[in-house]
């Protein structure tokens, strides 16, 4: 099974130990899920500060 993590600086969800986005430190625990196509147009995706099309944790820890 894969373990996914999550970014501390930016909660992008990642299979990696460094974010691929801003390098940040990733961590195993965090909850909740998103994914945003178009974060222009998607108003949970303002409402997050989320710029960029991706996977995104809600919290992170």
């Given at each position: 099974?894969?373990?996914?993590?999550?970014?501390?600086?930016?909660?992008?969800?990642?299979?990696?130990i460094?974010?691929?986005?801003?390098?940040?430190?990733?961590v195993?625990?965090?909850?909740?899920?998103?994914?945003?196509?178009?974060?222009?147009?998607?108003?949970?995706?303002?409402?997050?500060?989320?710029?960029?099309?991706?996977?995104?944790?809600?919290?992170?820890?």
């Amino acid at each position: 099974m894969i373990k996914l993590r999550a970014c501390r600086n930016c909660k992008n969800v990642t299979e990696e130990i460094k974010c691929e986005k801003c390098g940040g430190d990733t961590v195993l625990e965090w909850k909740g899920y998103l994914f945003i196509l178009d974060p222009v147009r998607s108003s949970v995706g303002k409402r997050a500060g989320v710029s960029t099309s991706g996977e995104y944790a809600i919290k992170v820890r």
